[in-house]
Every structure is written in C-alpha cells, then in structure tokens.
C-alpha cells in the first residue's frame, strides 16, 4: 500500500487524518508531543488491564484527542527498512499470546533486576515487532514498559530513556530477535540511587572489567564452546555475587574507587555486549580459544572476572577495524528485505511445535484446524497411510509459507489436495 490509498492518511499526502485537521507533519508532530505528554501524566496514575485489552485502552488513552482510531488494531500492512511488522490479520492473535505469555511470566513480578531488564526487553520488542497500531506505538510501548518496571519493583524513567539507544536497540531486536540491547536500554532508564551503573566500553560499544593488574595463576585454553557452557553455569551466580558485594561496599563506607570498580564490574556482568557477547564476536572474527586463569576455589564472580579478563585480552589482539566490523556483522538484519522477522518466526514456530503446542497458542490454531482438516479428507478419499501422511506434510509446509508471506494460511489449500508447486510471493510492496 501507498501512501496514494493509506485511509489513516489525507488525501495526496504523508499526513495522518486528526481531529485538529493539522496538514503538516511538523506541526502535527508538535501537537503529538504536548497532548500524549499530558494523557501520559495522566495514564500514570490510572489502572490498566494486564492484557491486549488494557494495551489498547492505554493507546487510546494517550491518542486519543488526535486520532479517532486510537486503540483500534491497524487493518494495513506497515514495515522498516529492516522488515515487516506482522502482518494485520495476524496482529490481534500476536498481541494476546504476547500477553499471555507475559501473565505466565506473573508480570514479571519477584525478579532480581537483572533478570527483570532482560525479559522486559524480550517482551518490549516482541510488542515493537507487532507494531499493533497505525501510529504512537513507541509511545505506547514506554509507557506500557514503566508500568510493568514499576509494579515490579524496578522503576524506570521514561525521560531517562535514551531515545537513540531506544531505537537502535528496537530495530536490532525486531531483525535479530535478540532482545539484550533493548533490556539494555530500559535498565539504564532505571530510577537510579546513586551514580549511572555503567561498565567501561570499548570499541562497537563492548563492555569490560574495571582496569586491574594481569591475572596471575596457571593459564588453561578454553575453546569459545567451553566459555559458553562456563558462563551459562556460573553467569547468574556472579551476578548475584556482583550486586551483593557492591552493596556490602557501600554499606561498609569503603574507598570511592572500590566501589567504583565494584559498579563497574556489576554493570559488566549485566551488559548486553559483557562476557556472552564477547564469545560470539569472538566467534565472527574467526578466534576460537582463550587463555584463562580457572581454579576449583573461584567463587563463580571470581571466576567469570577471570573468563572475562581473558575474553578482553584475546578482543584486544584484534585491529579495531576489524571488531567494528564483527560488531555491525553481528547486529546485522538476518533476513532478506521484505520479509517479517516476526512472521518468519511464527513460521519456525509452527514447524517445530507439536499439534498440542500450536493450539496452545491462538496465533496457530487455524494452522492445526487446516491439517486436521486435510487429514480427514485424505483419509475420506480411502488413501494409505503414506498418502495421507504426505498431503499433511504437504500442507504444512504451504502453511509455513504462507505465514512467512503474510497470506491467509489457507491460501494455496483445498480439502483433499495441496498445491504442490511453489511460486515466490508476489511482492505487493512495503507500507508506509
């Protein structure tokens, strides 16, 4: 769709239709600004459900003398550079399995801080990857994030949040899906008591300890598949170790600069791009082993100081030309343009699931009806157990394609046969 047809769009222009008949962007944008402002300080002391419902509602609150579809699920397709949001017949059912899986989670309720930031982040951007509504969802979406920082114990700031970073972080998740960076950012966005907990960086934005003398002791090689499993095991365990060792600091009035390296070594542990990270650039600049100082005695924070001390030494024999370009590698779109990094991943979701698991989750249930469906008609037919076990598998994977596409998951599908020839999708152009 074009702007040319957009109905959320004046006639002619790049303009959303309002209700103070505003004709310029920048005025418009102006106006966005100082009314979602003043409907967020309200929104911030009124109840909104925990579920798609609520979303909605907060959306419409905020918008909502702006735009007469405030809180109405968009009915066109809309993308970026890196991708397509899901498509809009499959927005609703996304947007209650995200909320569903949030209400598994207690709201993320009863969680270390650590862990709170990082699934905040995954939950974040899986709402950015939907992208709900025509317009005003990073709004929605920070405010939806305070919300749940708040009544889990974990305040944020929404004018803390670093609108770059913010973005940045957003459009990483929604082509990777790897959320880190956007728990990342809301973290750094947290009420904070005393000074920022940052870690030093280094080049592509790489985390590191706090300067120390080199690690003494018998030196073991650990291939990058080692230091994962190391990490995996003692990673949560250090943190923990991390957070209660700078406190005891603070509360024993020990030296400025002890606590300072203690910050910055829990703001290490914590970081997107710390120690896990690392083993994956490493792993793109061709590396495969470190040397480091392990004993049975390290407590598991001793022990990942030691794995990231030599994961920082082995980064550091690098040209940083050469480690910026693993970074960008790194964070780089895994699919081609035009495709939904979302849909591509209900899609893989679908086939790697059981039937129980695909009708657990709404997004998938008229996936497992259509099988069911193709089932019956081929065993109608009188069909052999072969046949009728290739028409499944036959529909399966038209159904895959479908979701990748966006199309209606029935399309390509007749009770009895499947297409088997596979055509590209025809490329029907990127929304607005």
């Known amino acids: 769709m074009t702007t040319d047809n957009d109905p959320y769009l004046y006639p002619g222009s790049s303009t959303f239709q309002n209700r103070l008949e505003l004709r310029d962007d920048r005025t418009l944008a102006q106006a966005e600004r100082l009314l979602t402002h003043a409907r967020g300080l309200e929104a911030a002391r009124m109840g909104f459900s925990p579920d798609a419902d609520g979303y909605r509602a907060l959306h419409k609150h905020l918008f909502q003398d702006l735009y007469s579809w405030a809180g109405q699920d968009r009915t066109v397709n809309s993308g970026t550079a890196e991708g397509l949001f899901t498509p809009a017949p499959y927005v609703a059912s996304a947007l209650s399995a995200a909320f569903q899986d949030l209400a598994r989670q ?8 650590e ?35 708040r009544d889990a114990g974990h305040p944020i700031r929404i ?66 598949a080692k230091v994962r499993d190391e990490l995996s095991r003692y990673l949560p365990a250090a943190r923990s170790e991390a957070a209660d060792r700078w406190q005891k600091l603070v509360r024993d009035g020990e030296a400025d600069g002890r606590i300072a390296a203690a910050r910055i070594e829990l703001a290490y542990v914590r970081h997107a791009k710390g120690p896990v990270y690392q083993t994956q650039l490493l792993s793109q600049l061709g590396q495969k082993d470190v040397d480091a100082v392990i004993t049975a005695q390290q407590t598991p924070l001793e022990r990942v100081r030691e794995i990231g001390a030599a994961l920082a030494a082995r980064i550091n024999t690098q040209q940083p030309a050469q480690i910026l370009r693993a970074v960008r590698s790194l964070e780089s779109p895994i699919l081609p343009p035009g495709l939904s990094p979302v849909q591509e991943r209900l899609a893989e979701l679908f086939l790697k699931n059981s039937p129980q698991e695909n009708m657990a989750d709404p997004r998938l249930q008229a996936a497992v009806t259509l099988l069911e469906q193709v089932e019956k008609a081929s065993r109608a037919k009188g069909e052999g157990p072969r046949v009728v076990e290739g028409a499944i598998e036959a529909t399966r994977t038209v159904i895959a394609a479908n979701i990748r596409s966006g199309r209606s998951m029935d399309e390509g599908i007749s009770l009895g046969s499947v297409e088997r020839s596979s055509r590209p999708a025809p490329d029907r152009g990127r929304n607005r």
Do not use: C, K, M
């Not at 207690?106 to 801080?113: C, D, E, S, W």
């Open 159 to 224: 004018a803390n949040i670093d609108r770059q970073a913010w973005d940045d972080a957003s459009r990483h998740g929604f082509a990777t899906g790897d959320h880190r960076l956007l728990g990342a950012a809301l973290s750094a966005a947290a009420v904070e008591q005393n000074a920022p907990l940052l870690p030093r960086t280094g080049p592509g934005g790489i985390a590191f300890l706090p300067p120390r003398d080199p690690p003494t002791g018998q030196r073991y090689r650990l291939s990058l």
């Open 106 to 113: 207690n709201q993320l309720r009863g969680l270390p801080p």
């Open 115 to 149: 862990d709170f930031f990082g699934r905040l982040g995954h939950h974040v951007g899986e709402l950015y990857g939907i992208h709900p509504f025509r317009a005003g969802n990073g709004r929605t979406l920070r405010h939806h994030a305070a919300r749940l920082a």
